[in-house]
């Protein structure tokens, strides 16, 4: 107790870490790591909790040592601090570190940094420090953050980032890209079957399709077809193919358009 630690893990090769709880790191207002992966190409962090952490909880970061790290990070938890002068991830994939997050739980990274106004999220990617930042998020769930997954660091920034079969919700923003990164962030659900996008998606990130339904069954999209020949199957039906106008109105996404056949 009452020890500054700057990083609890840090790994120049292959890590395997499994059901550990790494909690109360730090050795400065906007420094604490529990993880950090900076070189292997097969590192996993798996089954373990992470809170209090002061910036971030697993950091995979490359352009520090030759290949650029590779991690799967699964069927871990995530607690940020919430309200506070601070700045933290659960997870960054940054410089040129790719992998997957997969089946974790990432929840109140409310931070704020007073110093420059820098602001928290449950996944930041981005290649700030060097380029190659890919980033593939699955299966999680992203809740009560500033951001839920923020990707690119300055208008520069290339990173490549795909989500999908995720909930992410009720976050400030749930998915915020600058304007060259490169993101799918189709086939999630965002809270609400018919969710305000102008307010919770920021930058270039694909949204469309996305589930309505937390349990991940029912799709919506914004453009959808009505043809009289249509049927029950039809390959899309009741989700882009539809009989009728009527049914087409209720089955697109606010904003969307209905194409009618002739």
Same mark, same amino acid.
């Given at each position: ?107 109140? !990274? ?17 290649? !700030?420090?060097?380029?190659?930042? $890919? ?20 208008? $520069? ?106």
């Amino acid at each position: 107790a009452g020890q500054s630690i700057q990083m609890a893990v840090i790994s120049r090769g292959t890590v395997e870490i499994d059901g550990c709880v790494i909690q109360n790191i730090a050795n400065h207002q906007y420094k604490g790591w529990g993880v950090c992966i900076l070189n292997g190409t097969e590192s996993v962090v798996r089954n373990s909790e992470f809170y209090n952490i002061q910036r971030i909880g697993v950091h995979v970061r490359g352009a520090v040592v030759t290949p650029a790290p590779e991690a799967l990070i699964e069927n871990c938890l995530f607690v940020g601090k919430g309200d506070g002068d601070w700045v933290e991830y659960g997870v960054e994939f940054g410089g040129g570190g790719s992998g997957m997050v997969n089946g974790c739980t990432l929840s109140n !990274y409310l931070g704020v940094a007073l110093s420059d106004g820098s602001t928290s999220a449950g996944i930041l990617a981005t290649d !700030y420090y060097g380029n190659g930042t $890919e980033a593939l998020i699955v299966s999680n769930t992203i809740s009560g953050n500033s951001s839920g997954i923020m990707i690119g660091y300055a208008d $520069e920034d290339l990173t490549v980032l795909d989500a999908h079969y995720n909930l992410i919700v009720d976050n400030g923003v749930a998915v915020g890209a600058t304007s060259n990164a490169v993101v799918d962030a189709a086939l999630n659900y965002f809270g609400d079957a018919d969710p305000d996008f102008a307010a919770i998606i920021e930058g270039p990130a694909a949204y469309d399709p996305w589930f309505i339904d937390e349990a991940l069954t029912q799709l919506r999209t914004l453009t959808v077809y009505v043809d009289g020949t249509y049927d029950a199957s039809t390959p899309g039906w009741g989700y882009t193919n539809f009989a009728t106008i009527q049914s087409a109105i209720a089955g697109v996404g606010s904003g969307g358009r209905i194409l009618v056949s002739a």
